[in-house]
């Protein structure tokens, strides 16, 4: 799509759709027009009829040239991942992070006596309830929590809570799983059956699923005041101390837009917002590389970032087929984030504040009109808002052109603001839980590309369940849970594999995202109490980041087939 476009601005470079009047007859008579026009119909048909597949996708370890691009800070391949901040904090820098394993759970809590040998004090009293907030108890839980969690290396323990009855307490633990290459840590918090035997020995009778034990789910309080929040235990040194951000996954999420206090703190504010171009609508990856780059400036500028929260969705993941508008911005991306660690406002409340303030103020606003005016020249402005102001010609009015040229080098994209939707990465988690993070994983690209012989003669036949379970034989084994992320719509074309393996696909999961889920009624929340779709864009976000919490990953493009990614003799620039 951006190759299209941009072939299309350039060959029209300095026509503007506004002239078409006045210069039509003069252009009619010139054989030209013809040819443009000509383009113009193909390219609306080529543009009515292509529907990119998996514009997400590519693995984990394989940096793409995307967002690590040097050349000129230009926008390239439309067909890659969105990866995001917490991507790029490698396994590595979080070494420092030293797991609870049961040697120390042992030394920090020993058993005490005072239960064992009392058998007499004890009898009869078999029902009675189990005091949660007894240390015995907390030991015995994270004991039995460490022994059943296998794949899993444990951070912290939270005290346990009592639970829904008298013989269950509820326990919440930060973990990460054994083999992860990514940062984040991941919160769980469980139901715990706890049965008491005639001589008083307590025991574990009972786990429940991922996220069962919601009482001790605490609500995440102001950041600031974090400090002690959570009781429990912990290995030194604490994480977050070593200054690096990570996200937590399946924290409750706190994703209210920042509100300006007073008008004096309005008004000695400065601010930078971008306002109308082409960047619309457009692709996932266009977006966050445009909004990046205004980001990137607001940040150079030490301005606040007013921004629009609404965001054009394009129709290749919409099931509508048409770009919707209105999606919110919170869907995506994690929004506490960058509004805790960066400057950012939302534009609705700006507008609000700055109407009923800007005259009394004298607060005044310095337009910008040309991308080329850079965001060095505007340093030094005093003016309370800076106005970036984009015109109706693609590509000259994409965002991201203001960071070409000589101010790649001075602004640079903040990555590390932004994260995925903590919501869709807890959807992530709950399927790698419920899995045990103890899966294989698959992916299995057929879809349109499958159907195009000429850009990709042997996709088709290599993807067959026939092929792809005679190229899975070496390197997974029989028996294993293999998770299957797909773009076929029709999953029972590989039943087949069945035979070998226990297989999972991402619909299987769908009450992660019906009626009845979290997920549900928090993004209707966002939504002003209407239902969100589930759309193709958090499907393939989601189906991409089980996929590489696979133990083993096996990929389409190297793996299930000798094809090219991006069709016929691009195999040396695209992998
Ligand atoms: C990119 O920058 C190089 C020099 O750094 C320049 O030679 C080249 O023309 C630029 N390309 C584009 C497309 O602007
Ligand atoms: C982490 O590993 C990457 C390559 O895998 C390396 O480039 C980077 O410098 C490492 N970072 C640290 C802090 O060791
Ligand atoms: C637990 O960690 C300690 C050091 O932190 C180590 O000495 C011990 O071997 C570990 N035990 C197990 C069972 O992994
Ligand atoms: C307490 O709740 C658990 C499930 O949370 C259930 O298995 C158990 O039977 C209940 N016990 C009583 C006494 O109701
Ligand atoms: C208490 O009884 C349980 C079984 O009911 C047994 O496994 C355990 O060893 C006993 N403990 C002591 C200290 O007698
Ligand atoms: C959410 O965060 C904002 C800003 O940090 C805070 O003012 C607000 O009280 C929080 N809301 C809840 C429910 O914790
Ligand atoms: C932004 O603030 C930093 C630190 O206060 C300062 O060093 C820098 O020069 C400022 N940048 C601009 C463009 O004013």
Not at 6 to 11: D, H, I, Q
Not at 336 to 364: G, I, M, N, P
Not at 505 to 532: C, M, R
């Amino acid at each position: 799509m951006m190759g299209r476009s941009t072939v299309w601005g350039s060959r029209n470079a300095g026509f503007r759709p506004e002239n078409l009047g006045q210069d039509a007859l003069a252009m009619i008579r010139n054989l030209g027009f013809t040819v443009f026009v000509l383009g113009v119909l193909i390219f609306t048909i080529i543009a009515a009829t292509y529907q990119p597949e998996d514009p997400l996708f590519h693995p984990s370890t394989k940096m793409t040239n995307f967002l690590t691009s040097k050349s000129n800070a230009t926008f390239k391949a439309d067909d890659t991942v969105v990866k995001t901040g917490e991507d790029f904090i490698g396994a590595n820098q979080t070494a420092f992070a030293t797991f609870i394993n049961l040697t120390d759970v042992d030394i920090a809590l020993p058993v005490t006596e005072t239960e064992t040998g009392n058998e007499l004090e004890c009898q009869g009293k078999t029902d009675e309830p189990i005091d949660c907030k007894d240390p015995d108890v907390f030991h015995l839980l994270m004991k039995a929590t460490i022994e059943k969690f296998k794949d899993v290396h444990f951070y912290k323990f939270g005290k346990p809570v009592p639970g829904s009855n008298e013989t269950s307490c509820h326990m919440a633990w930060r973990f990460r799983p054994k083999e992860g290459k990514s940062a984040a840590f991941y919160k769980d918090y469980r139901n715990f059956v706890i049965s008491r035997s005639e001589n008083c020995t307590l025991s574990v009778v009972d786990i429940g699923e991922y996220h069962s034990g919601g009482n001790a789910r605490k609500r995440k309080r102001d950041r600031k005041k974090a400090g002690k929040s959570e009781e429990g235990f912990e290995k030194a040194p604490k994480t977050e101390d070593q200054g690096i951000a990570l996200p937590v996954v399946g924290e409750a999420v706190n994703d209210s837009l920042p509100v300006v206090e007073s008008e004096s703190s309005f008004s000695r504010g400065k601010y930078l917002i971008y306002h109308g171009g082409g960047d619309r609508c457009k692709s996932m990856n266009h977006y966050l590389w445009s909004f990046m780059c205004a980001l990137g400036e607001a940040q150079y500028l030490n301005r606040t970032l007013v921004m629009d929260l609404s965001i054009c969705l394009n129709k290749m993941y919409t099931s509508s087929g048409q770009d919707e508008e209105g999606k919110d911005f919170r869907f995506y991306f994690d929004f506490e984030h960058l509004r805790d660690s960066a400057s950012v406002l939302d534009q609705t409340q700006f507008w609000q504040d700055w109407t009923k303030w800007h005259r009394k103020d004298r607060l005044s606003l310095h337009l910008v009109e040309d991308f080329r005016v850079t965001p060095m020249k505007l340093a030094e402005l005093k003016d309370t808002l800076i106005m970036r102001k984009f015109g109706s010609v693609e590509p000259d009015n994409y965002w991201y052109r203001v960071c070409e040229g000589e101010t790649e080098s001075v602004v640079q994209r903040p990555w590390h603001l932004i994260w995925k939707s903590r919501r869709l990465m807890d959807i992530v988690s709950t399927i790698a839980s419920r899995l045990n993070w103890d899966y294989d994983s698959v992916h299995i690209v057929r879809g349109e590309k499958a159907s195009n012989k000429e850009q990709w003669p042997h996709l088709a036949e290599d993807t067959s369940p026939e092929a792809v379970m005679s190229s899975l034989k070496d390197k997974i084994e029989d028996g294993r849970n293999l998770y299957v992320a797909t773009d076929e719509p029709d999953i029972s074309f590989f039943d087949p594999l069945k035979d070998k393996y226990s297989t999972h696909f991402l619909n299987e999961y769908k009450d992660q995202w019906d009626e009845k889920s979290e997920w549900y009624s928090e993004t209707a929340k966002l939504n002003g109490g209407n239902p969100v779709e589930f759309d193709s864009y958090m499907r393939i976000s989601v189906d991409t980041e089980v996929f590489l919490r696979g133990k083993k990953q096996v990929e389409t493009f190297n793996d299930l087939t000798k094809d090219c990614k991006d069709g016929i003799n691009t195999c040396t620039s695209s992998t």
